[in-house]
């Protein structure tokens, strides 16, 4: 028995997210079928998590264990020719038994690409969010920064979040342009439902004045006082990494 | 009455190419449609050239007249609210009346994608050509430069092709590498049609070693002992800029 990882690439505009729902197809399905349909029999894939409808990934790792001694490669491209051309497996590997895809994850590294433009885009309309208005630069990058460090993120997750806690760590915020293009990579311990998109939507709202730098700190001390953090559209967001 | 010139940018996947077709819905064929629509009469649109099906546009250009005063970002708008998510009209400008979008043009720019990688990409695979054999780039610059210049381009162009002459000028090659993504940007007078597909082709086939970079020479001066060009894929390729 070996247990393999896989790190998946997917464009995520016509799933319903990762996870097996009952509304549509998930990213997850289409991965245990594929696997299903190789080796002849059922597998159930575990997960670094979940990823919204419309959310993409370039690095979403997941695991399961096999009795088959397949070569890597076989793991790789044999999985790929069952999926789907906006579901590839990018890396097979084996690990260790006590790996676990969810557990053993110590960082995670999400990209959002925003679009500075009056105009929409045809090209950049799958992976990206228009803002039409100008942002101020300097008084979102002092407000990204208010999310690094050890932070309570109740204020930055959707109701159907079952987390057990509303902790979580974030490494860096880092905001990067080029010409209309902005990326803001966000790298933490772990995310609540939604919260990398809320994070967005007040970095966002705050760019185009409409709140203060002060709010992100009033949301992650539980302000009741100040409005729920805008959730930024799904289609700009990107799982680029999960470290182990 | 004035004449408007419109930047067009287009994901050209779902579409038969630029130009009106029996066999499917053409990016002008959109573009006239929207502009009947916004305007209640019939309008034809004089576009910089053709583009083949599947092929992508940043910056498209075509003119038409018209004796509505509109302001320029009603005709941007206007055009804009009936055209689908995969066309947009970015740029909308009052030219002089002797300003032809296909005869006026000095240049073009077109950027072909290559994605150096064995496994398929289901982010890039709209927008890029992957290439799972390492490329020899010492080999592909050299030969690119044998493109720059003025040239008779007949062994670059398909059947289909009614173009009086085939002698283009072109001013640059560059090969421009970012990580797995490998960009040509190629800048020319103009175009024959698959021009710049079957000179990415003869490129490629150079850097995988099943041509030496003699022959592109050898293609240039209508050699008949080596084989045809082959023809790059259409979704690596996009219509970057036309130069008036």
């Not at 990398?196 to 709140?211: D, Q, S, Y």
Request: charged content about 25%; proline content about 3%.
């Amino acid at each position: 028995m070996a247990r393999i990882k896989l790190t998946i690439e997917y464009d995520g505009t016509d799933f319903v997210g990762w996870q097996v729902q009952p509304n549509g197809v998930s990213i997850q399905q289409r991965v245990e079928l594929a696997l299903e349909q190789l080796l002849g029999e059922k597998v159930r894939v575990y997960s670094s998590g979940r990823t919204d409808a419309g959310v993409h990934a370039l690095g979403m790792v997941c695991h399961f264990d096999s009795d088959r001694g397949l070569p890597l490669s076989a793991w790789r491209e044999g999985v790929n020719r069952f999926l789907p051309v906006t579901i590839a497996v990018r890396k097979a590997e084996i690990v260790d038994d006590d790996f676990h895809a969810r557990f053993s994850a110590k960082r995670k590294r999400y990209r959002y690409s925003l679009m500075r433009t009056e105009v929409r885009s045809p090209l950049q309309r799958r992976t990206s969010w228009q803002i039409r208005q100008p942002l101020d630069m300097v008084s979102m990058r002092r407000a990204a920064q208010q999310f690094v460090g050890e932070h309570d993120f109740a204020a930055f997750r959707t109701s159907g979040c079952a987390a057990e806690t509303t902790w979580r760590r974030i490494f860096s915020v880092d905001l990067i342009e080029e010409g209309e293009m902005l990326y803001i990579d966000v790298c933490g311990s772990g995310f609540l439902k939604n919260m990398v998109r809320m994070m967005i939507g007040t970095l966002v709202e705050i760019g185009r004045g409409k709140r203060p730098v002060i709010d992100v700190e009033k949301l992650l001390c539980g302000s009741m006082e100040i409005g729920p953090a805008l959730t930024a559209p799904a289609q700009g967001l990107c799982l680029m990494e999960v470290e182990y």
